[in-house]
């Protein structure tokens, strides 16, 4: 009987050690899962609601209620401009919808520069920033980088022409006048999202009013070409100007110029000396 009242006590210890295993292990688990819980929740990322499209809209599309949803947006990587109120987005509903400058893909946030204000077509006047001004450029397919010109794009402006060189006539340069001017359009278009290269007729940029009166006057006198800037080029560019000799390499001689010499003054008097006229220099007076 005691032998079995042992047994009986050595199962029972048996059983709860393994039920006290089973339960620390049990609560190791919850202790776990709860700090990665929490781990999981500090490194969560804040999110807002935004308004952004919610399919493809070209350029100079309407936007209208239709178009937006509501997205969540990370906070900390929000960018400037975006609608998070649809009274801000559309201040009088569908009566002033606004207009898309920029193509933009669905679930693309909607930003202020990337729309027209409420009611304001999508045109090259609200392209150009305030105090800047738009000025036409004509091109053709060498002066126009081959039609690989797109709104958006900037280039720099060459001119071409005779330079006055005094006496010795004019001389043909070339110089870069205006580097890194923004295209707000090709053609009639400003569509920044126009695909494949087609020759333009014109180009518009977007200049100071000094600016403007600089390029009339270059276009006026000369030829413009345009060389296109990459996008990722933040380069000052620095004063180019090549001439014909510099191109070729022609050393233009060195004109001397040969200097007078004075010749000496000699001033005499003559005096009659013995029947004989004889000639005595004397200082000369100025």
């Known amino acids: 009987m005691r032998a079995v009242f042992g047994l009986v006590l050595i199962v029972g210890l048996g059983l709860a050690g393994f039920a006290v295993y089973m339960v620390q292990g049990y609560f190791e688990q919850q202790g776990q899962q709860l700090r990665a819980a929490e781990a999981a929740r500090q490194q969560a990322v804040p999110t807002v609601a935004v308004y952004a499209v919610n399919r493809t809209i070209e350029f100079g599309e309407a936007l209208t209620m239709d178009d937006v949803e509501i997205i969540r947006y990370a906070e900390p990587h929000l960018p400037d401009g975006v609608f998070q109120d649809e009274v801000a987005l559309f201040p009088r509903g569908e009566d002033l919808p606004r207009y898309v400058l920029r193509q933009m893909e669905p679930n693309e946030p909607v930003l202020a520069t990337k729309v027209t204000e409420p009611g304001v077509a999508a045109t090259i006047t609200s392209l150009i920033q305030p105090g800047l001004r738009a000025f036409t450029i004509e091109v053709d397919a060498t002066t ?141 007076s100025n």
């Open 144 to 284: 126009g980088v081959s039609g690989f010109l797109r709104p958006g794009d900037r280039v720099d402006v060459y001119w071409t022409g005779q330079v006055a060189q005094g006496l010795a006539g004019s001389n043909d340069v070339t110089q870069l006048i205006e580097p890194g001017l923004r295209l707000v359009a090709v053609d009639q278009s400003a569509d920044t999202a126009r695909a494949g290269a087609s020759i333009a007729r014109t180009v518009t940029v977007e200049v100071t009013p000094l600016q403007v009166g600089k390029l009339t006057q270059a276009q006026a006198t000369g030829d413009l070409s345009l060389s296109l800037v990459g996008h990722a080029d933040d380069l000052t560019t620095e004063a180019i100007e090549m001439t014909q000799s510099t191109l070729l390499g022609i050393v233009a001689p060195e004109i001397v110029v040969e200097e007078e010499v004075e010749e000496e003054q000699i001033c005499t008097i003559r005096r009659l000396a013995g029947g004989q006229v004889i000639e005595d220099i004397i200082p000369c």
